[in-house]
T-cell receptor, first 112, second 116 residues
Framework: GEDVEQSLFLSVREGDSSVINCTYT??????LYWYKQEPGAGLQLLTY?????DMKQDQRLTVLLNKKDKHLSLRIADTQTGDSAIYFC????????????FGAGTRLAVHP | GAGVSQSPSNKVTEKGKDVELRCDPI?????LYWYRQSLGQGLEFLIY????????KSGLPSDRFSAERTGGSVSTLTIQRTQQEDSAVYLC??????????????FGPGTRLTVL
């Protein structure tokens, strides 16, 4: 079955890098996503990566994909207090439409 | 332009009552999704609409849950005879088209349902 797992909590100091990890089970996943949820708000798409890529960089964000191990990570460089949020990993399941399977989310706390 | 909106933002109800949750997608978006987010859990897929039809209802947890979409726009999720385990945040998302894995889903702020 499909399953996405993430660690639940990460605390970092402002200015350091944050690395949020995710594992998934469905080898047929074509795209993998990172969403950000701030308090009281909906989910915001941060970035996504196609399964035939192993890295994608977008400003302070770097996504690494190890398809063999079904491991995805999100690195945030120079983490700021505004990055404090819950980060969700999601995999797209093949099936004719963009069905997403989400992990439980990692709460990132940034402290001075 | 306006994003996805949901109403009410909060709903407190008594066990056994019926509730209706509303989602207004972004204008022109043909695909609409409902998810449920329970405390400490990820988002659980409930149902997917393409236009007014629902090709995938596989995530609805029981026959107490139903959803409809009218005019290819507004959707209503109805929970009958609510139970305490229905307490969660219900999130709606819409996308311009579907069938492509890169179709970005835009999420609403959610409705927090509390069943006493």
């Amino acid at each position: 079955g499909e399953d996405v797992e993430q660690s639940l909590f990460l605390s970092v100091r402002e200015g350091d890098s944050s690395v949020i990890n995710c594992t998934y089970t469905d080898s047929s996943s074509t795209y993998l996503y990172w969403y950000k949820q701030e308090p009281g708000a909906g989910l915001q798409l941060l970035t996504y990566i196609f399964s035939n890529m192993d890295m994608k960089q977008d400003q302070r964000l770097t996504v690494l994909l190890n398809k063999k191990d079904k491991h995805l990570s999100l690195r945030i460089a120079d983490t700021q207090t505004g990055d404090s949020a819950i980060y969700f990993c999601a995999e797209s399941i093949a099936g004719g439409y963009n069905k997403l399977i989400f992990g439980a989310g990692t709460r990132l706390a940034v402290h001075p | 332009g306006a994003g996805v909106s949901q109403s009410p933002s909060n709903k407190v109800t008594e066990k056994g009552k019926d509730v209706e949750l509303r989602c207004d997608p972004i204008s022109g978006h043909t695909a609409l999704y409902w998810y449920r987010q329970s405390l400490g859990q990820g988002l659980e897929f409930l149902i997917y609409f393409q236009g007014n039809s629902a090709p995938d209802k596989s995530g609805l947890p029981s026959d107490r849950f139903s959803a409809e979409r009218t005019g290819g726009s507004v959707s209503t999720l109805t929970i009958q005879r609510t139970q305490q385990e229905d307490s969660a945040v219900y999130l709606c998302a819409s996308s311009l088209v579907s069938g492509r894995n890169t179709d970005t889903q835009y999420f609403g702020p959610g409705t927090r349902l509390t069943v006493l």
